[in-house]
């Protein structure tokens, strides 16, 4: 039987099942900022308690939105600092992989066994990663069969073994038992989801924008679009202001400045060409995109995109799927879309039985 993703992840990290669920934290390892959501059941509802952010390249000196590389020392820091003034008290932690921590590649296997599709995927992806076999945990995701043709396409991901390490060595430093981990995009799609109808997202993070296809109820395709990561966008409001580039960051962050033209252009021209050139491009012609990550800050995003994508676009708001005080109503549905990750695994957890 095939070992799913998860349970090969929870057996290399040595994760323990039988731990309270009643409390927990989401923790988001985002390129350029550091975010956590706790989460509480009471009577039944997942509840927010409450939820923070931290900025990691000040940890090496620098300005608030640049992406960084941190060691397990300062990330641990930056952990223990958010989780400190958040004023989080769950012992029990659920984790995003961030989405350059894994290969993501499309393949055709000329079969449609699950057990020969899990032989032959290594084959085929060995050539296509920059690393070797032994340094990834691989699983796949199937997207379609062709039961005529003895063929089915699937997504292969492999993961960085050393980047797993990596952050469960952060997590459990910070104190906290390690509850779940699971792939961002899979978190993401999780609260933007429109029942079985198909959408598109588009995750706005500092290093590169990814846009995710969802047909049927499951996740078809992901792409990044490098034009979008967060830190170029600031690069490209800080030139055409003539700011730093910490002050280009504090107006976009505060949804002071719209996304320049070029970049909605150029970003429209790839989603379009996805999607055109896509298994479902029909059923993904018309479908609504729900926009999410830090990039859903910036001002009047959904109107520009629904223009320039020339399709509906609104802003994920994943706050909506749990309980939380009226009086934050505003203030999350406007910047909700950052915290979708550390939201969803958290929600994930803290609602299995």
Not at 86 to 104: C, N, R, W
Not at 105 to 127: C, F, G, M, Y
Not at 196 to 223: N, P, R
């Amino acid at each position: 039987m095939k070992k799913s993703f998860v349970d090969g992840l929870k057996e290399m990290l040595h994760i323990e099942t039988a731990l309270p669920r009643d409390v927990v934290v989401g923790v988001d390892f985002g390129g350029s900022t550091l975010k956590v959501v706790q989460l509480s059941k009471k009577q039944a509802i997942p509840t927010l308690d409450t939820y923070g952010e931290v900025a990691l390249a000040p940890y090496q000196g620098g300005p608030e939105g640049k992406v960084v590389t941190l060691n397990i020392d300062a990330h641990t820091k930056a952990l223990r600092d958010v989780v400190r003034d958040a004023g989080v008290v769950a012992q029990s932690a659920a984790i995003t992989l961030p989405y350059g921590a894994t290969f993501t590649v499309v393949l055709t296997i000329d079969s449609v066994d699950p057990t020969e599709i899990t032989a032959r995927i290594p084959v085929q992806i060995k050539n296509l990663i920059p690393v070797r076999l032994q340094d990834v945990t691989i699983d796949w995701f199937p997207f379609a069969h062709d039961e005529a043709a003895q063929k089915t396409t699937v997504m292969a991901v492999a993961v960085h073994n050393h980047t797993l390490a990596q952050l469960r060595e952060v997590v459990t430093r910070a104190g906290f038992s390690i509850l779940s981990t699971e792939l961002e995009f899979f978190s993401t799609i999780r609260v933007a989801a429109h029942g079985d109808k198909a959408f598109v997202v588009l995750d706005l993070g500092a290093t590169s924008g990814k846009v995710y296809f969802v047909h049927g109820g499951k996740l078809v395709g992901v792409h990044s679009i490098a034009s979008l990561g967060g830190e170029g966008v600031t690069r490209r409001i800080a030139a055409a202001m003539g700011v730093a580039f910490d002050a280009a960051e504090a107006k976009k962050r505060d949804g002071a400045v719209p996304v320049p033209d070029e970049i909605l252009t150029q970003a429209a021209r790839e989603v379009s060409s996805l999607i055109t050139s896509h298994t479902h491009a029909a059923a993904l012609a018309a479908a609504p995109c729900i926009v999410v990550g830090g990039g859903a800050r910036v001002r009047d995003l959904s109107t520009a995109f629904g223009a320039a994508l020339a399709r509906t676009v609104e802003l994920g708001e994943p706050f909506h799927h749990v309980a939380y005080p009226q009086i934050l109503k505003d203030t999350l549905t406007r910047m909700g879309g950052a915290y979708a990750p550390s939201l969803s695994v958290a929600y994930a957890a803290v609602m299995t039985k």
